[in-house]
């Protein structure tokens, strides 16, 4: 095949569809709570190979089949209590922006031939863009709509796998740059089978080398915190029967073993508390008699009103002071804790809708308190996902992190250990100790360098008192993160665009060249 042609399709369009149907099972397969984590890069390879050469329609076509084959598969959990619809709802959008990615990734796979003809293009130029825009797909899907689900990022596979220390230095965006471009540069130096010239095969082997030698990047120690965690199982999810202040009881229940012991703060899961403190004043006294008796500020959470607004809110409560230091959930969820556009939700499906009553305004104080001098980021439940709530409380000064969760509407499901992932991945990525709470599982201690320090059994009221590690100085994803998301994101949107414009104007001055005469013949 001469280089400068466009690029035949690897496989007939029977079986493209069926390589992205594999491929998107595969994919979900590196994820927990399989975890096989190099399976993430036959998944992408998959994907990848079921593109190469195909029309428009046909991208669009084995781009849906894997989008719907991870997703429906990845976020199934949703049904355990919801049910199809929202199951459907999410991972049909999900599957669509996948679709529409699917054809840029094509197009890079028919532009770059043809305006760079040798075969180092093929082994270096192309990689780089197919990786780029799979990973601007990612960040738009992440973002967009509402606040985006950047829930199945590539890069989040490898929370327990030796490629995580990357995130230290170019986040979970960089990451799944580097996994997409070394598993292009692969097909790629498959695909020209030049054996016999060892060079070839150096693109590849620098990115994989690059992925699997990158140590974490340090952070320096700065002392401890003794940190009480309780996960008090209690009645917390939303369909759960309960009595006021059930889960409330719950929490002071499990709170009890940690009396007489020496701690510097006690935590609770996101809605460990049924009322408003800020309101109640009842609740509030409870909260001060706890403070008091364990002698440490209590890190709670519960659904806040101040004004016309309502808030999911974090608070440090200190004995005889009351919430000291608040902050108010960054990113709500759309459809689990507001809903956006309601009046079009609600005309397609009233009785679901009807079903989310409290509509949560977004916060806008930082995700992050100081208890004592030490700083401590947090994330409230699925904030852990989105980065820029992580980079700004490290920027800030946090030196530990402490994320509240309530994953009681997904019990016995692969959610929390999908979040759990997260926040093992946020740790390694900062460098700093996670303290992971869920109201019933899975509650961990993470190390820096992602390592289980301490954990709880999912499903059991009890307590995690744990010396955790105190870290300073910021790792430079934190500092130049929004620029690496930048560059890969529009960079290689913009690049495929010149492709596409070069390709165009070749093609309408070819148009305008006049077929040559051919000679006549004398007789």
């Given amino acids: 095949m001469p280089l400068a042609d466009a690029p035949r399709p690897l496989l007939p369009l029977w079986g493209a569809v069926l390589a ?13 709570d399989v975890g096989w984590w190099p399976l993430a890069f036959v998944g992408v390879g998959f994907a990848l190979v079921s593109l190469i050469g195909r029309s428009v329609g046909g991208a669009l076509l084995v781009g849906l089949i894997f989008g719907a084959s991870f997703y429906l598969i990845h976020i199934v959990w949703i049904t355990r209590y919801l049910g199809v619809i929202p199951w ?8 669509l922006f996948m679709g529409l990615g699917s054809i840029l990734l094509t197009l890079a796979y028919r532009w770059v031939p043809r305006v760079l003809t040798g075969r180092w293009a093929r082994l270096i130029v192309l990689p780089i863009l197919v990786a780029g825009v799979w990973t601007a797909r990612e960040l738009f899907m992440g973002s967009w709509p509402y606040t985006g689900f950047p829930w199945g990022r590539i890069g989040m596979s490898q929370s327990e796998s030796p490629l995580a220390h990357l995130a230290s230095w170019v986040g979970v965006a960089g990451l799944t740059f580097l996994m997409v471009a070394f598993t292009a540069a692969v097909i790629e130096w498959i695909r020209l089978a030049a054996w016999r010239d060892v060079r070839t095969a150096i693109p590849a082997a620098v990115i994989g080398v690059l992925l699997v030698v990158t140590p974490a990047f340090p952070t320096t120690p700065s002392g401890e915190l003794r940190v009480a965690a309780i996960q008090g199982n209690g009645p917390s999810g939303y369909f759960d029967e309960r009595e006021p202040n059930a889960v409330l009881a719950a929490q002071l229940q499990a709170t009890v073993p940690v009396v007489g012991q020496e701690v510097d703060l006690v935590v609770w899961p996101e809605g460990g508390i049924d009322s408003d403190p800020l309101r109640n004043a009842g609740t509030a006294a409870i909260l001060d008699d706890v403070a008091d008796t364990v002698g440490a500020p209590l890190l709670v959470n519960a659904a806040t009103t101040r004004g016309d607004d309502t808030f999911n809110t974090s608070m440090l409560w200190v004995s005889g002071e009351g919430a000291v230091q608040l902050h108010d959930k960054t990113h709500p969820v759309p459809m689990g804790e507001y ?44 904030d852990v996902i989105y980065d820029d709530v992580i980079w700004d409380s490290a920027d800030r000064g946090a030196q530990a992190y402490v994320f509240q969760t309530n994953n009681a509407d997904f019990r016995d499901t692969d959610e929390n250990l999908q979040q759990l992932a997260f926040a093992r991945m946020r740790a390694i990525e900062t460098g700093r100790s996670v303290v992971n709470l869920s109201t019933v599982g899975t509650s961990q201690v993470i190390a820096p360098d992602g390592s289980t320090v301490d954990g709880l059994p999912a499903d059991e009221p009890g ?38 414009a070069i390709v165009a104007a070749r093609g309408r001055r070819t148009a305008k060249t006049p077929a040559p005469q051919r000679a006549g013949v004398e007789g």
């Fill in 88 to 95: 459907y709802a999410l991972a049909g959008i999900e599957t």
């Fill in 463 to 500: 307590a995690l008192v744990t010396t955790v590690e105190l870290r300073t100085g910021l790792t430079p994803v934190v500092i130049v993160g929004p620029w690496v998301q930048a560059v890969i994101g529009w960079g290689s949107l913009a690049a495929l665009v010149g492709f596409g």
């Fill in 20 to 32: 992205s149907a594999v491929g998107g099972a595969v994919l979900d397969l590196a994820y927990p």
């Fill in 339 to 382: 809903v956006p556009d309601r009046w079009f939700f609600e005309s397609i499906a009233p009785d679901l809708i009807g079903l989310i009553q409290r509509e949560y305004t977004p916060g806008t104080n930082p995700a992050y308190v100081d208890v004592d001098g030490i700083g401590i980021g947090l994330a409230i439940c699925f």
